[in-house]
């Protein structure tokens, strides 16, 4: 009887995706989407920026 629920449980992990290459793949989307906010608030910033600078002028 517990040789049936090993041999789930194994074909069962098996079947599953690793989790270190899920969590991996989880932190590189993660760490790609605060990238992308940076990147567009220092644009947002940058712009309006230069509007005062040449309000100023």
Known sequence: MTEHFIGHNKARLEAS???FFLACAILALS???LMSVALAGTTAFRKEWQFALDANV
Do not use: E, V, W
């Open 31 to 33: 760490i790609a989407f």
């Open 17 to 19: 995706p690793n989790r």
